[in-house]
């Protein structure tokens, strides 16, 4: 039994989401046209994500200063984003420690 | 002029032992085996700390509510709330409560996330004798580094002080400074200053410039023998002559008066002499919102629309648990921004379009960390 407890111990459940890492792309309403993010990744997510960026750049064109790229930096993830003329393509890649 | 720090130099001996056997661990992981293990093994360490344990998260947060801790241990894989959401709530109610991470995921990618979040330490579940011991021995240090709060508190000090009472007392040390994201070093050996460095001057050139900040926070390390002598000044020639520069350069005096974006001398203009930088804007911290600018024709709309991104993208990355946002940069063809949030509020800085993306970033670091000092 002791064996059995071994091999279907948590070790081999992984619950914990990994950062995702990928690109995908979303049309001038919001709706996600392609994506090369995992399945598992939810796509209310990519939605959501999708939704402040596209607001990032309508805030950008109301506040007169148009902007075509964004950069936005967390200690474990880099979100960067084009716009697509209303639309955009948004990349995230996790970012691992410096080495020493 | 004033220099914050968490003094590391410990004399041994002085912790009373009522202190340290106040310690107080919670340990959190879902797998029953390995509490009852480790409830036992942390107990059973010379400074005795009283250990909790919680199978869930939680409950591990209903009992850091009820009661003060000095050291979560939490797992990172486990059902419902996860170690990582743990650590997101901890971190942020408890700021000055240590966190270890112990897991058995081998993956860099989680060890980023919960450094990026503010842990302490992380650690891969022991998996032999070694790996145990080397994990209850800094468990150890951790918790004598809590207990031992009489010679590891917080000091507000000039930096000319601080280095006039090292050499003084004819200590060998290594000064380490922080100002935002500069960091300088200065090595005092049997009290002379020897060499110091920044990121880009080293020996008298660093010393002066590090000498010319006005606050940030410094560490006091052991002293490294056989450091390779750079400055042979004395170091009373070197104050006296940094005071001299300071005086000269009316920096030795912290204005209290209001930043006034239209006089020549305000910070906010001071910040217009980093290279590329076209116009700057600042939204004062709450309640106040205060805006001010400089070079900016559209300071409310820009400032509106610096708000809600960082709020949004702040918002985002406690969603996503990527960690506390750093930095928003945004490119164009005709001019670059850059927004950082801060304890002293917004920042968001116009560049010309010529800068890289790459030197966007590293120059607004620099201009952050200038702000902010």
């Known amino acids: 039994m002791a064996v059995l407890k071994k091999f279907f111990s948590k070790g081999n459940r992984m619950r914990l989401t990994k950062l995702p890492s990928g690109a995908f792309a979303l049309d001038r309403d919001g709706h996600v046209i392609v994506s090369t993010l995992p399945g598992s990744f939810p796509e209310a997510q990519m939605r959501e994500i999708g939704q402040r960026v596209l607001e990032f750049f309508r805030g950008a064109q109301t506040a007169q200063v148009p902007m075509q790229e964004l950069n936005v930096y967390y200690p474990s993830l880099k979100l960067t984003a084009r716009n697509l003329r209303g639309g955009a393509i948004i990349f995230l890649a996790p970012q691992s420690l410096p080495k020493n | ?373």
């Open chain 2, 1 to 373: 002029m004033a220099f914050k720090t968490v003094r590391r130099r410990i004399v041994k001996n002085m912790g009373s032992d009522a202190n340290i056997a106040r310690a107080k661990i919670m340990l959190v992981d879902d797998d029953q085996d390995f509490l009852e293990v480790y409830w036992e093994i942390l107990k059973g360490i010379p400074i005795a700390p009283e250990v909790h344990t919680a199978s869930t998260g939680a409950r591990a947060l209903a009992l850091l509510e009820s009661e003060p801790f000095n050291l979560l241990i939490v797992d990172l894989n486990m059902p419902k709330m996860d170690g990582l959401q743990v650590i997101a709530i901890a971190r942020r109610k408890y700021p000055r409560l240590r966190i270890v991470v112990w897991t058995a995921i081998a993956d860099e990618q989680f060890r980023a996330r919960a450094y990026g979040m503010g842990v302490d330490q992380y650690w891969q579940k022991p998996g032999s004798d070694d790996d145990r011991k080397h994990f209850i021995e800094s468990i150890e240090t951790l918790l004598q580094h809590e207990a031992q709060g009489g010679f590891r508190g917080v000091q507000s000090k000039s930096l000319v002080d601080l280095i006039q009472l090292e050499c003084l007392s004819q200590n060998s040390t290594l000064l380490r400074i922080s100002n935002g994201t500069l960091n300088g070093k200065i090595w005092i050996e049997s009290g002379e200053v020897v060499d110091a460095e920044t990121s880009d001057l080293k020996g008298e050139a660093a010393f002066r410039a590090i000498l010319g900040w006005k606050a940030g926070n410094f560490e006091l390390l052991p002293g490294v023998d056989g450091r390779e002598r750079t400055i042979f000044s004395s170091y009373h020639a070197l104050l006296l002559e940094v005071a001299q520069a300071l005086d000269e350069a009316g920096g030795g005096v912290t204005p209290l008066t209001p930043i006034d974006p239209d006089a020549p001398t305000s910070p906010l203009m001071a910040l217009t002499r980093f290279s590329g930088v076209q116009w700057v804007l600042s939204v004062g911290a709450a309640p106040k919102f205060n805006v001010q600018s400089w070079g900016l024709e559209t300071p409310d709309q820009v400032s509106d629309w610096a708000t809600e991104s960082l709020k949004s993208f702040a918002e985002l990355g406690d969603k996503l648990q990527a960690g506390p946002l750093q930095q928003i940069t945004a490119m164009s063809a005709s001019n670059h921004v850059a927004f950082a949030d801060s304890i002293k509020g917004e920042l968001c800085v116009g560049f010309r379009s010529t800068l890289k993306s790459d030197e966007v970033r590293e120059s607004m670091r620099n201009i952050l960390a200038k702000w902010l000092s």
